[in-house]
């Protein structure tokens, strides 16, 4: 089973550096937070993500119905 790294970072530039950071650890598997309802914003933040983390990797956007909210 493959974890992926949870990426919450906002502006594409830092989503970049916390990819690249992951990928120096060895993570080849990412999850971006959505943050902007999969909206351009959303977009340009996959790309840095993609970019960051070079063919070989996974990378997603989280969709809302991804989000599990506990019971109460």
Known sequence: MTVAA?????????????????????????VLHE????GMLDQERLGAARYAAGLHAEVELESSSDVRVPAR
């Open 6 to 30: 949870v990426i919450t970072a906002v502006h594409p530039q830092d989503v970049a550096r916390e990819v690249e950071r992951q990928v120096a650890l060895g993570c080849r598997s990412f």
């Open 35 to 38: 943050v902007a309802g999969g």
